[in-house]
């Protein structure tokens, strides 16, 4: 097992910078997710690493070898697009089996290898068929099986999911975590969807504007954001901007927190919304329902607010059956727990 090291890596497309300064360090074995919106850096990052992009300044090693300026073809890594990327007139076998032969290996060891990357990947039984022959989720599997077929230290994958549907995605996700810990290769992920790198990730790095906002396992980074962007971005949180009184930021009976230190004349309170309460007691913040959208076992309310004489909207995600007697236009009170909450300064 290898791992990676990224030293100050920055990149420029013209004005754009799209990173600036990056350094992160994946150990041996460990599968890291690069988490961001589009046009975070996150794709360009994993590109440097790739060598299909090279940096204007940093340095990128693999197993501590420098490999900054070696071109792709020389780099011990495999690589999973968004994309299959199949030869369509090869079969499954024939597919895992080409890195093998153009690196000219034995032929006894290519179908021993292939034979091996087919039960790893559940497509043992459709290895003689042809990528327009089989799903998009099995020729997926196939191209995770081409890209391990040559025992690379480092594998790469770029949004692997995205073209796939809601339950095969779900499916594969899981799939690609349980290869990638029975092979033991260390893995970067890149994704934009939050519940696919907390699914599948050792660690992940939040990523916005080209630079690292937050770096962590995924119960630290969506209990405890160190920044506004992570707080906004993983979780879904809800986002108050409120002024700040004798040092507390309040609204109404629903919160009481303190506010950051530093904190100027308003600060910025974030919450997720399973952590809004609807109380029954009289006690909380009036708020009133706007929209109610199903999403299975849990609906998610939009409630609207009064915010220091304004209007302001906050989501709750309630149990489903608990929700359904709450339609457009139901008064309800609520309070959320100060210790479920994140305060950031306006300047941040």
């Given at each position: 097992m290898s791992g990676i090291s990224l030293q100050g890596v920055s990149k420029r497309f013209g004005q754009v910078r799209a990173l600036d300064d990056v350094s992160l360090e994946v150990a041996p074995g460990e599968l890291v997710s690069l988490l961001g919106p589009s046009g975070c850096g996150k794709t360009t990052l994993l590109r440097c690493v790739a060598g299909l992009e090279r940096p204007d300044a940093g340095v990128v090693q693999i197993a501590g070898r420098d490999l900054?300026?070696?071109?792709?073809?020389?780099?011990?890594?495999?690589?999973?697009?968004?994309?299959?990327?199949?030869?369509?007139?090869?079969?499954?076998?024939?597919?895992?089996?080409?890195?093998?032969?153009?690196?000219r290996q034995p032929g006894e060891q290519v179908r021993s290898r292939v034979d091996e990357l087919l039960e790893l990947v559940h497509l043992a039984d459709q290895a003689d068929r042809y990528p327009n022959q089989i799903s998009g989720g099995q020729q997926q599997r196939a191209a995770l099986g081409r890209a391990l077929a040559p025992h690379p230290d480092v594998l790469l994958l770029d949004e692997p999911l995205s073209a796939l549907d809601a339950l095969v995605r779900t499916r594969l996700r899981d799939e690609i975590r349980r290869i990638q810990q029975a092979v033991k290769t260390t893995a970067i992920y890149v994704?934009?969807?939050?519940?696919?790198?907390?699914?599948?990730?050792?660690?992940?790095?939040?990523?916005?504007?080209?630079?690292?906002?937050?770096?962590?396992?995924?119960?630290q980074l969506y209990e405890t954001p160190t920044t506004p962007f992570s707080a906004a971005?993983?979780?879904?949180?809800?986002?108050?901007?409120?002024?700040?009184?004798?040092?507390?930021?309040?609204?109404?009976?629903?919160?009481?927190?303190?506010?950051?230190?530093?904190?100027?004349?308003?600060?910025?309170?974030?919450?997720?919304?399973?952590?809004?309460?609807?109380?029954?007691?009289?006690?909380?913040?009036?708020?009133?329902v706007d929209v109610r959208i199903f999403l299975g076992s849990v609906t998610r309310l939009h409630l609207v607010v009064a915010v220091d004489g304004e209007t302001a909207r906050i989501h709750a995600d309630l149990p489903s059956r608990r929700a359904m007697a709450l339609g457009p236009g139901s008064a309800v009170a609520i309070r959320v727990d100060p210790a479920h909450m994140s305060a950031f300064g306006s300047e941040s």
């Open positions: 900054t300026h070696v071109p792709t073809r020389e780099r011990p890594i495999g690589m999973v697009f968004q994309a299959y990327a199949l030869f369509p007139n090869m079969t499954v076998r024939q597919n895992i089996a080409f890195p093998l032969e153009v690196r994704t934009h969807d939050q519940s696919e790198a907390m699914a599948i990730a050792d660690r992940v790095v939040v990523m916005n504007h080209g630079r690292v906002e937050q770096i962590g396992d995924p119960p971005f993983v979780g879904s949180r809800n986002a108050l901007r409120l002024p700040v009184r004798e040092g507390r930021l309040r609204l109404g009976e629903a919160f009481d927190v303190a506010a950051p230190a530093g904190a100027g004349a308003t600060a910025v309170v974030f919450f997720r919304p399973e952590d809004v309460e609807l109380t029954t007691d009289g006690s909380g913040h009036p708020a009133t």
